[in-house]
C-alpha cells in the first residue's frame, strides 16, 4: 500500500530530527546576567526541545498534563525533583538561577507548528497561555528546588495579574518564552514572563522582540497542612531585576492597602450614583423595549457557557487539574463569545486578571460561564471588548455550585473591519449584581501605571 503524503511528511520529519540534540528549554548557568539577553543564549547540549515530546514516548510521571511543552516543562521538573540539592535553610537566591527559556522552532518544525496553529493560520493564543502557566510553574519549582523541603511543598498558581499582548505573534516564526522569579515575599512569588519573537531570522533581541509580557503569582502550601509555608527569598543583583523587584513590591503593597482600606463615604456615593446611571438604559430595556436604544444589548443577552468533567490526564503534578489548562478553556469560551458579538474574528489584546479562588479536582464538574460585562467603543480604530468568564465547580450529589476562578479578557477587532462599516454595541447591565461588576472592573483597570 503507497503512503500518503501525511505520512510521508511525518516520517521525513522524522527522519530530520533523528540523532539531533533536544533543543528548547534552556537551563541557563547561575551566574548573574541581564534579564533579557540581546541574543539567543547558547543552548545546552542537554536541553528540551518544544517539540521533542511528539516524536518519542517519554516516562508517564503522574500527574503530567499532556502538550508538547507542558511535556518538556515537566520533563525537566522531575529532573530537578529527583535529584534535589540543597539542605533545609532557606537562601537566597538571584533571579539569574530561576531564570528559563523555552524555544519554539516554529519555522523549521511542521508537526509543532500545526499544534499551535488556528483556523485563521494565526497563533492559538489559549494554547499559549497555557504554556505560560507551565512555564511559571517550573519557574516556581525551581526557585524552590534548592530548598531541602522543596518535596513537602505545594506551588499552585494564586493569581494572575495581567497577560498583555504588544503586537501579533506569527505562528510561522521561531518564538521563545523566557521568565524568571521577580519577588519574592514569605510564601509568595511573582515572576516576569515574555513572549519573545523577532520579525527576522538576522535581527537582534530588544525590547521591539518583546510580543507578549505576563505576571504570575504563586503560593507555596505545606503538603500536609495545606498552610502557607516560607520559601527561598530572591536576591536582584543587575539594574533590571532590581526595577522589577521595586516594581513587583509596589503591587504587593497596592493589592494589600485596597484590602485594608476599603472605600471612603464619598466613594460608595460616588458609585451609588454611578449605579444608578448604568442601571437607567437597562430600565428602558426591562419596561419600554420598543423604546431601547438599538446601538446598545443587555449584558444577559451575551451570556455563554460550557462544561466538562474534569478528566485525570487534565491533573497536574499535585493531582489537581492544571491551571493552564483551565485559563485555556476560559481564553477559548471568551473568544467564542467575542467572535459572536463582534461578529468578526476578535483580535487578544490582554488578560486583565486570573483569580484561582478553590482548587479543581479530578472528577469536579465544571461550568464556564462567560459574558461581556462593557465595551469602549470611544476610538473608532480600536473598540474594546471586555469579557468575564467565571467557573464554578458543580457538585449535583451535594447540590452545591462554588466559583472556582474569575478570568479577565480583553478584545478588540481588526482596524480594517471598523473602516468597513462595522460597528461594536454597547452593553447594559439590567441588574445591580451586573452593575456593581461592571464598576468594579472599570475601576480595576484604572491604575494601570503599576500593572
Given at each position: 500500500m503507497r503512503s500518503s503524503s501525511a505520512t510521508k511528511l511525518l516520517a521525513n520529519s522524522l527522519l530530520r530530527n533523528r540523532g539531533k540534540p533536544d533543543a528548547g528549554l534552556w537551563i541557563p548557568a547561575s551566574r548573574s546576567q541581564k534579564m533579557w539577553s540581546s541574543t539567543v543564549p547558547p543552548l545546552d547540549p542537554n536541553s528540551i526541545d518544544a517539540g521533542s515530546s511528539l516524536r518519542k514516548p517519554i516516562s508517564l510521571w503522574p500527574g503530567m498534563y499532556h502538550s508538547p511543552v507542558t511535556n518538556a516543562l515537566w520533563e525537566a521538573r522531575r529532573n530537578m525533583f529527583e535529584n534535589p540539592t540543597g539542605d533545609d535553610d532557606l537562601t537566597a537566591k538571584s533571579p539569574s538561577r530561576s531564570r528559563t527559556c523555552i524555544l519554539y522552532k516554529f519555522s523549521s518544525d511542521l508537526i509543532l507548528r500545526e499544534q499551535y496553529r488556528n483556523p485563521w493560520n494565526e497563533i492559538r493564543t489559549g494554547k499559549l497561555v497555557e504554556d505560560l502557566d507551565a512555564l511559571a510553574g517550573t519557574i516556581s519549582f525551581k526557585h524552590c528546588s534548592g530548598d531541602g523541603n522543596a518535596r513537602s511543598m505545594i506551588l499552585v498558581t494564586a493569581s494572575v495579574d495581567r497577560i498583555i499582548m504588544k503586537r501579533p505573534i506569527r505562528v510561522d516564526a521561531d518564538l521563545s518564552i523566557v521568565g524568571a522569579v521577580t519577588w519574592v515575599g514569605r510564601s509568595s512569588m511573582e515572576m516576569q514572563l515574555q513572549v519573545i519573537q523577532t520579525q527576522d531570522a538576522n535581527q537582534s533581541v530588544d525590547s521591539e522582540s518583546v510580543a507578549l509580557e505576563a505576571n504570575f503569582t504563586f503560593v507555596a502550601r505545606d503538603a500536609k497542612t495545606g498552610k502557607s509555608t516560607p520559601i527561598n527569598p530572591v536576591l536582584p543583583e543587575t539594574e533590571l531585576e532590581k526595577l522589577l523587584w521595586k516594581e513587583a513590591e509596589e503591587r504587593n503593597k497596592l493589592r494589600?492597602?485596597?484590602?485594608?482600606?476599603?472605600?471612603?463615604?464619598?466613594?460608595?456615593?460616588?458609585?451609588?450614583?454611578?449605579?444608578?446611571?448604568?442601571?437607567?438604559?437597562?430600565?428602558?430595556?426591562?419596561?419600554?423595549?420598543?423604546?431601547?436604544?438599538?446601538?446598545?444589548?443587555l449584558i444577559k443577552d451575551t451570556y455563554h457557557e460550557n462544561s466538562l468533567i474534569c478528566q485525570p490526564q487534565q491533573r497536574n503534578i499535585h493531582g489537581r487539574i492544571f491551571g493552564g489548562f483551565l485559563m485555556r478553556k476560559a481564553f477559548e469560551l471568551a473568544f467564542s463569545n467575542a467572535y459572536t458579538f463582534a461578529g468578526v474574528s476578535p483580535r487578544f489584546l490582554?488578560?486583565?486578571?486570573?483569580?484561582?479562588?478553590?482548587?479543581?479536582d479530578v472528577g469536579n464538574f465544571l461550568r464556564f460561564k462567560s459574558r461581556v460585562l462593557y465595551t469602549e467603543a470611544n476610538s473608532s480604530a480600536e473598540p474594546l471588548i471586555n469579557i468575564e468568564v467565571v467557573a464554578h465547580v458543580t457538585s449535583p450529589e451535594l447540590r452545591s455550585s462554588e466559583v472556582s476562578n474569575r478570568f479577565y479578557f480583553t478584545f478588540s477587532v481588526r482596524p480594517e473591519t471598523m473602516k468597513n462599516g462595522l460597528t461594536i454595541r454597547n452593553v447594559v447591565p439590567a441588574t445591580e449584581e451586573e452593575a456593581r461588576r461592571v464598576i468594579e472592573r472599570m475601576d480595576a483597570e484604572r491604575p494601570s501605571s503599576l500593572a
Open positions: 494589600k492597602q485596597k484590602r485594608a482600606e476599603g472605600k471612603e463615604e464619598h466613594e460608595k456615593l460616588k458609585d451609588l450614583e454611578r449605579l444608578n446611571e448604568l442601571l437607567a438604559e437597562g430600565r428602558v430595556f426591562l419596561d419600554m423595549p420598543a423604546l431601547a436604544d438599538r446601538d446598545s444589548i490582554e488578560v486583565d486578571r486570573v483569580d484561582f479562588i478553590k482548587p479543581v
